[in-house]
């Protein structure tokens, strides 16, 4: 398929070369079909944002590349599994929202003008926390990469929660994940589940950082344009 328009620009939409169908991240491994997902559409951002409110994420293909990160959570065990089935339940929230509206700026415009925006359930507080499952992986990537001897992956993975996740958890929650971070698999493990070796994780895991940081940023910058806090 070709790919996917994924902006808006002025009332127009802005198509890709090939046509105006998302493509499917190809036939590589969940690591690489994250990181060309990610990287269509930071290339995206970059090419078309002029800084203004004058270009907007279309939300199925956000959507869409979203819901390739699932695997992620499935393959770190049941020290995730919280994350894994909040994150799966607001990306899928949000994509039979895309029959609805078409960008995401339209999503958290609706919340805002009928002040649900952090109401539980809203979309834009559907969003607020898939963007925080991204940077949770995001994270999560850039402790793995430290040093082998450094970091444990759980030592890894509970750095990562304790900086994006723990602060907007309950006590109960936050106890729970802890608990759950020894039955997580060890570093071999996980790149067994991914069909990775060390250098090619590595090679793609970068590729994600560097990606999913400005979707991360787009989507802030759209609660920050709004003057909604991000503290929640």
């Given amino acids: 398929m070709a790919l996917f328009s994924y902006f808006s620009s002025n009332g127009r939409s802005v198509e890709m070369e090939n046509g105006d169908e998302y493509e499917d991240a190809g036939t590589g491994t969940a690591l690489s079909s994250i990181a ?3 990287e269509e559409i930071t290339d995206l951002i970059i090419k078309h944002d002029d800084g203004g409110d004058s270009v907007d994420l279309k939300l199925k293909p956000f959507c869409d590349a979203c819901s390739l990160v699932s695997v992620l959570f499935g393959c770190l065990g049941i020290a995730f599994k919280f994350a894994e089935m909040e994150y799966t339940s607001k990306v899928r929230d949000l994509t039979e929202a895309s029959e609805r509206f078409v960008t995401l700026r339209n999503v958290v415009d609706y919340d805002l003008g009928n002040n649900t925006v ?4 809203s979309l834009t507080r559907n969003l607020r ?4 499952g991204l940077d949770l992986i995001r994270q999560l990537f850039q402790n793995f990469l430290i040093t082998k001897e450094y970091y444990s992956l759980k030592e890894a993975a509970s750095s990562a929660y304790q900086q994006v996740c723990a602060p907007y958890h309950t006590w109960a929650v936050r106890t729970a994940v802890s608990a759950g971070m020894c039955a997580l698999p060890s570093r071999d493990q996980l790149l067994l589940n991914l069909n990775e070796t060390e250098p090619s994780a590595a090679k793609e895991m970068r590729r994600y950082i560097k990606a999913s940081l400005p979707v ?6 759209l609660y920050i344009s709004r003057g909604i806090t991000l503290d929640w």
């Fill in 118 to 121: 952090k109401s539980p359930g």
């Fill in 216 to 221: 991360i940023t787009y989507i802030d910058n």
């Fill in 36 to 38: 060309d997902a990610f």
């Fill in 129 to 132: 926390r898939v963007r925080q």
